[in-house]
């Protein structure tokens, strides 16, 4: 394995914003009462004011705070590894680049925005935050960010995953958050959850419900998201912009980034910078593959139109590709991924054409991530795996066809709580879920009829 190493002064001065360069302007948000175009004022009884400027900016380049650039130093920049090893197992001519995420204290790339989100909390005054969390990466960054500027953090965690990863809540504890199953019977709509369906799994859909009825139900309280809005992507962006350094010091360039896709920030952290104007290369730039799971198919199988972040229909109604916001994904491991929709930037590049999408079932990536760990010795997280999934794939095609590529996938993050899945996948009791199109369909059925201009995958 190569490693390719920035120092920390190299750490990016400035977050990439995609919305500059998109194709065609973004559809706006819709307010979810009156279906009217959303303005910055009707976010602020739920979010801080300077990432509302930060969602509605079509700034290019917006600068990373020095404070927050202070404490990126703790793990960016992040390795970039040419995983080398794996390229002789696959036999392939491919040339596979991995950027390695696992090294922030809450072991994935969510600390990339929950430091700026908590540093700007802070400098309003904000003394507690709400979220939702799946697998439970988010909840523990913002628990490690909400310790960093004395801020409570209140965590609702889906309880499939509550039950699957219980070191998960562990950390969060010891960085002094709560952490709440949900669904719960702390707010209307967990309640409501629990008497649809005492059993329910949960869903982040359903999670961002409860954490938005809780923060706006507490003046001290705003509720913090850690994916598909426009101010998470832009802050992930310091993935991909440490990436294109570290590929222009190992003297190559991608021909294809694959990232996995839940909600799509890691996705869009890593991908987005290749689409920001470069004076030094001609051309369309990169593939860009977004690998989700087939259990919870939201590009290759949901459909682009108006759709709410949550199942209760709290938060406003965003341009994406959903599979209804009452979709219940089912219990896979891959919690993080397990998510109805996507980020609109993110949808409105694939509805363009931009973007690639495949879906992967459950068993076939952690198959990989065995080989993965064989090979190059990183134990990665299930929604990891799927990227690798697709990396591995592109390499398989480079090795039938003899074409030499250059592949950049993301490992989000590690896999250190996720052991007990490695032991379900090596004992051959994992489970792949068939969705059918009766199921999926229905789930569609409940999207609002408001459709955004530029739809052209259909579904």
């Known amino acids: 394995m190569k490693k390719f190493l920035l120092n920390e002064n190299e750490i990016p001065s400035h977050w990439y914003n995609v919305l500059a360069d998109l194709p065609t302007p973004l559809a706006p948000y819709l307010h979810p009462l009156t279906g009217a175009p959303l303005t910055p004022a009707d976010l602020e009884p739920l979010l801080g004011r300077e990432v509302i400027e930060q969602e509605f900016s079509t700034q290019r380049w917006i600068e990373i705070p020095h404070e927050v650039r202070d404490i990126y130093r ?156 426009n101010h998470v992507v832009l802050h992930q962006s310091v993935i991909g912009l440490e990436a294109k350094r570290q590929l222009e010091i190992a003297e190559d360039y991608p021909d294809v980034v694959v990232g996995c896709v839940g909600g799509g920030s890691n996705f869009s952290g890593l991908a987005f910078p290749f689409l920001a104007p470069d004076p030094a290369r001609n051309g369309p730039g990169p593939r860009l593959v977004a690998a989700e799971p087939a259990a919870c198919p939201t590009l290759t199988r949901g459909r682009f139109g108006y759709d709410h972040p949550d199942t209760a229909g709290l938060g406003p109604l965003l341009p994406m590709r959903s599979l209804g916001s009452a979709f219940m ?117 409940t999207m609002p009829a408001l459709r955004p201009a530029g739809g052209r995958h259909g579904g």
């Open 74 to 229: 703790m793990w960016r920049p992040s390795p970039l590894c040419r995983a080398e090893r794996l390229e002789r197992a696959l036999d392939t001519p491919a040339r596979i680049y991995f950027k390695y995420e696992g090294t922030s204290p809450a072991g994935s790339h969510k600390a990339n925005t929950a430091v700026p989100q908590l540093h700007y909390a802070a400098r309003e005054g904000v003394g507690r935050v709400t979220t939702e969390t799946g697998a439970g990466q988010w909840g523990s960054a913002l628990a490690f960010a909400g310790a960093l500027f004395g801020i409570e953090v209140a965590v609702y965690m889906v309880k499939a995953s509550y039950e699957h990863k219980p070191y998960r809540r562990s950390l969060m504890h010891t960085w002094g958050a709560t952490v709440t199953a949900s669904p719960s019977a702390l707010t209307r709509a967990g309640r409501r959850a629990l008497e649809a369906d005492p059993d329910s799994p949960g869903s982040l859909g359903l999670a961002i419900s409860e954490a938005v009825e809780d923060a706006l139900g507490r003046p001290d309280t705003k509720f913090t998201l850690g994916s598909v809005m």
């Open 329 to 445: 994904p089912p219990p896979i491991h891959a919690g993080g991924l397990r998510f109805h929709g996507d980020a609109p930037a993110l949808c409105h590049l694939y509805e363009n054409g931009r973007v690639q999408a495949r879906a992967f079932e459950q068993n076939e990536v952690f198959a990989e991530a065995v080989r993965f760990a064989r090979t190059e010795g990183f134990v990665m997280a299930p929604e990891s795996a799927h990227a690798l999934k697709g990396a591995v794939e592109e390499a398989l095609v480079a090795r039938e066809t003899g074409q030499v590529q250059t592949i950049l996938f993301g490992l989000s993050g590690h896999g250190h709580f996720d052991l007990a899945a490695f032991d379900a996948f090596l004992a051959g009791r994992l489970e792949d879920y068939a969705l059918s199109d009766e199921q999926i369909n229905a789930s569609l059925s």
